[in-house]
């Protein structure tokens, strides 16, 4: 049990693959894995594209403006929230489900995440590496229409997975006691955390193997979440049935 702790807690995203691809079977084995994720209410609202087309990879990988993993992984899924199978399996009893609403998207979010993570997971076991890929969002409707996804199902991530041909640092994660908040939230505490954090992390930039540089998290979060990204997603999972009423 102690492995599988430690095999999570080793987890560094990879960007460089060497030349091996993944078999059908591979990716099988690794999808049906994935599958075994707690699924709210086992609606299970989640597809995955694997692109095994050369022309569909290279214009993924100029969509999600990520050609460096796309190209060179041993596999690429994309990961969709997927309502359509469950309109479908309505349909076998004369029925209409309605998930236009915040939850249902909520739940297909998670379902998808949880779902990915366990193929993630599966993937490191077997010694590949493995990266997410949020870029799928740079064009959401344009990779809607190249995998020729129906109403009902939206491309939430992609993730890139091979033979790793680096071997980054494990990035230091902040410390357990800013995450646990024990019987009610304390945000008094990350006054003295997150100066402390910052200082671990200033270190590992300076200090890692590669991309070495000169910030602290608590000002990158402050750069990254300081202006709305990718507005228009609302509007594009709108299009697809996600109306959050």
């Known amino acids: 049990m102690h492995m599988v702790i430690e095999l999570l807690k080793s987890h560094a995203s990879v960007r460089d693959y060497k030349n091996i691809p993944l078999s059908r079977e591979d990716v099988a084995e690794l999808v049906n894995a994935g599958q075994h994720a707690a699924s709210s209410n086992f609606v299970q609202a989640y597809s995955v594209i694997h692109v095994t087309d050369a022309q569909k990879r290279q214009q993924l990988a100029e969509l999600a403006k990520n050609p460096r993993q796309i190209l060179s992984a041993g596999a690429v899924l994309v990961f969709c929230a997927d309502f359509c199978r469950l309109d479908k399996a309505a349909e076998i009893h004369g029925k ?6 915040a939850e249902s998207t909520l739940v297909a979010t998670v379902d998808v995440a949880l779902f990915a993570q366990n193929v993630a997971v599966a993937a490191e076991s077997k010694g590949y590496g493995i990266c997410y890929i949020g870029g799928v969002r740079n064009a959401p409707l344009e990779i809607s229409e190249l995998f020729s996804l129906p109403e009902g199902v939206a491309p939430m991530f992609a993730m890139s997975i091979g033979v790793p041909d680096e071997a980054n640092e494990v990035k230091p994660r902040l410390p357990v006691e800013a995450i646990i ?23 590992y930039y300076r200090s890692r193997g590669t991309n070495q540089k000169d910030t602290v998290w608590s000002e990158q979060m402050a750069d990254f979440l300081a202006q709305p990204r990718r507005t228009y997603m609302k509007e594009f999972l709108s299009k697809r049935g996600f109306t959050f009423n």
């Open 181 to 203: 908040h024990e019987n009610g939230y304390d945000a008094s505490k990350y006054d003295d955390i997150l100066p402390t954090y910052d200082e671990t992390m200033s270190a």
């Open 96 to 101: 209409q489900i309605d998930y236009s609403h």
